[in-house]
């Protein structure tokens, strides 16, 4: 199967841009997750879907951020306006139904605020 | 590299032998500890898995240990080989949840030719 697939892989904006992450999940994966590592920080949990709905986000820094995922297929991931502490790795991850679901992670985007 | 920033615990390990990364977690109250690798330029994926009924659990050249006594997480590798270098996170969360999980800081295995 194909893998957790993201989009760009860097982006690099400068302070009070926009930039829009995207996301496709495994097929058939209802739960998609979106986690974040931030300089010199553990990856971090920022929200998480079932299929389109937003079950828990309360791993979002900010109103900053807005995920969406528009009709249960893949998710975006925007930051408006872009701060230089958003800098870092935004990893997606997509799993089945169930606590111990392992989850697959895409390669990231690399996020860079200047 | 992703880790540039974030200064990892460093394990050096000759191409052979056996590696042993350990890991202390955090909430008493997690029952669902999960192993991922990360190799450079990838996101993490996932190696092992262990519930906290259990204390032991073997995989494929990779066995994962649990003492909950003591909040602590162990990941062995045996015959460590030079495909093994990469960062490695202990992680925790709760079995009848969703994967909300909580990631330790990573260690990150060289393995020496």
């Known amino acids: 199967e194909a893998g957790v697939t993201q989009f760009p892989s860097h982006s690099v904006i400068e302070k009070g841009q926009t930039v829009t992450l995207r996301c496709d999940p495994i097929s058939g994966h209802d739960n998609l997750y979106w986690y974040r590592r931030v300089m010199g920080k553990e990856i971090k949990f920022l929200l998480h879907f079932v299929k389109e709905s937003k079950q828990d986000e309360s791993g979002m820094p900010n109103n900053r951020f807005l995920a969406e995922r528009t009709g249960g297929t893949y998710s975006t991931l925007k930051v408006q306006p872009a701060e230089l502490e958003d800098s870092g790795v935004y990893f997606c991850?997509?799993?089945?139904?169930?606590?111990?679901?392992?989850?697959?992670f895409g390669n990231g985007t690399r996020l860079t605020v200047t | 590299g992703e880790s540039v920033g974030l200064h990892l615990p460093t394990l050096s390990v000759q191409e052979g032998d056996n590696s042993i990364i350990n890991c202390a977690y955090s909430n008493s109250a997690s029952d669902y500890f999960i192993w991922y690798k990360q190799e450079s330029g990838k996101g993490p994926q996932f190696i092992i898995d262990?519930?906290?009924?259990?204390d032991k659990r073997q995989g494929q050249r990779v066995t994962v240990l649990l003492n909950k006594t003591v909040k602590h997480l162990s990941l062995q590798i045996a015959a460590t080989q030079p495909g093994d270098s990469a960062v490695y996170f202990c992680?925790?969360?709760?079995?009848?949840?969703?994967?909300?999980?909580?990631f330790g800081t990573g260690t990150k295995l060289q393995v020496i030719p």
């Open positions: 992680a925790e969360n709760f079995a009848g949840g969703y994967q909300k999980v909580t």
């Open positions: 262990i519930r906290s009924n259990m």
């Open positions: 991850a997509s799993s089945r139904t169930g606590g111990t679901a392992p989850l697959h």
